[in-house]
């Protein structure tokens, strides 16, 4: 066994394409450039791309033709997309981002309860500024659940559930969280926040493709995911699942000719967006399922964050002194954090500046985040990865990181 093997455990064996090429040749990723940030914007291969093309030039040659029969086609795409969730096509509305499937339930949900709204302080920056703006207008406030880090199941319902009382009108809480790519106990708050009669909307932007059956033991009345990350569909794909009796009062964003159908069919029909993306994005799905299977393919990039997390991890303590490792008490696959040196991403902003810094002077695309004024490098594999990217990151990049680090001081 090597001296790495026996420092952070042995490497998970690349990925291959069925003619023995590199999994990341399936990409157009640039190479000049390291990837270990998929879960910002995700990654789409190339028969995705080439089927969206396909999709644009019929668009393109015949759109008076195009336009009358879109319904008909992203009804088909729902059926296809449900069953990969495991959903009710009847259940699933298309929505460009997980943030535009909050907004529709903040738009349309009329004030329930003293008008308060519960979050968590692990929510996505956006969708907590809807909520915000939500209680504005119900002449109501937001309620922030502090949850631990290192919060297991148990604290972390208690935590929630401590926020809500009689002048609760909504709950929001992910189900995997951006910043500190952790999970959260929605299932558990879903059951209780329904036997109290609150509506439940789970934010799981970055759960397709990363858990097997998001909705499975899930009761919640919205349900809002991104494709375009995990499941590698073009970008602008995501969904917006709603159960239950305040179904019915969803809408577009937009007002468009399909008004008058039924939830979802009223959805499919918004004048000329080009909605390429959610077409094409089957080919995506099929393509990883095809090709290594959604099992295997989530196994490797789980193994794969954990053997990251671990080398740069071991570079950082090296750096600092100081355990690099941490404790996010319900860890997610494929997902993990490595906390940075002092002085490095302690607010947004300056976890933003990282994040823009890097490509250029370090060679990589990284998530850098914040949580509690203490910055973290957010790990998200994908199949594309490989223990190269995080030995490069680990023996090139962390040393600058100190560099940093030490000029920020």
Do not use: K
């Given at each position: 066994?090597?001296?790495?093997?026996?420092?952070?455990?042995?490497?998970?064996?690349?990925l291959s394409l069925d003619d023995g090429r590199p999994a990341a040749r399936a990409w157009s990723l640039d190479p000049a450039l390291r990837h270990l940030n998929h879960g910002s914007f995700g990654a789409v291969p190339l028969v995705a791309q080439e089927r969206q093309r396909e999709l644009r030039a019929l668009m393109e040659s015949a759109p008076v033709v195009w336009f009358p029969e879109l319904p008909r086609r992203l009804a088909a795409a729902r059926v296809e997309l449900a069953a990969f969730l495991g959903a009710d096509p009847g259940d699933l509305a298309l929505v460009p981002n997980a943030s535009a499937g909050a907004s529709v339930v903040y738009a349309d949900l009329e004030r329930r309860g003293g008008g308060e709204i519960v979050v968590t302080d692990h929510g996505y920056g956006a969708v907590t500024m809807g909520a915000e703006r939500l209680a504005r207008r119900w002449g109501g406030r937001v309620r922030t659940a502090r949850v631990p880090l290192d919060a297991g199941a148990e604290q972390a319902y208690e935590a929630v559930m401590a926020e809500v009382g009689e002048d609760t009108g909504l709950v929001v809480v992910d189900q995997i969280t951006s910043a500190t790519a952790r999970r959260l106990p929605v299932e558990r708050i879903g059951a209780e926040a329904r036997r109290r009669g609150v509506p439940l909307l789970v934010d799981g932007a970055h759960a397709p493709g990363l858990i097997a059956a998001p909705l499975e033991g899930l009761t919640c009345d919205f349900w809002t995911g991104n494709l375009h990350k995990w499941g590698c569909a073009p970008r602008g794909t995501a969904v917006l699942v709603a159960r239950g009796p305040l179904?019915?009062?969803?809408?577009?964003?937009?007002?468009?000719?399909?008004?008058?159908?039924?939830?979802?069919?009223?959805?499919?029909?918004?004048?000329?967006?080009?909605?390429?993306?959610?077409l094409a994005a089957p080919a995506a799905l099929d393509f990883v399922d095809r090709t290594w299977g959604w099992p295997a393919a989530r196994r490797y990039m789980d193994e794969l964050a954990g053997y990251g997390a671990r080398v740069v991890g071991a570079a950082l303590a090296e750096l600092t002194g100081a355990d690099?490792?941490?404790?996010?008490?319900?860890?997610?696959?494929?997902?993990?954090?490595?906390?940075?040196?002092?002085?490095?991403?302690?607010?947004?902003?300056?976890?933003?500046?990282?994040?823009?810094?890097?490509?250029?002077?370090?060679?990589?695309?990284?998530?850098?985040?914040?949580?509690?004024?203490?910055?973290?490098?957010?790990?998200?594999?994908?199949?594309?990865?490989?223990?190269?990217?995080?030995?490069?990151?680990?023996?090139?990049?962390v040393p600058v990181l100190g560099e940093w680090a030490r000029a920020v001081r």
């Open positions: 066994m090597s001296e790495t093997e026996t420092e952070v455990g042995t490497a998970p064996r690349p179904r019915d009062g969803l809408y577009p964003l937009i007002d468009s000719w399909g008004a008058a159908d039924p939830y979802p069919d009223r959805f499919d029909q918004q004048g000329t967006v080009d909605a390429t993306n959610h690099a490792s941490v404790d996010v008490g319900m860890p997610v696959p494929g997902m993990r954090l490595v906390r940075l040196p002092d002085g490095l991403a302690d607010s947004r902003l300056a976890a933003d500046a990282l994040r823009d810094r890097a490509p250029a002077e370090l060679g990589v695309e990284a998530a850098f985040t914040s949580f509690g004024g203490v910055g973290y490098l957010r790990l998200s594999a994908h199949v594309y990865n490989t223990t190269e990217d995080y030995e490069y990151f680990a023996e090139r990049c």
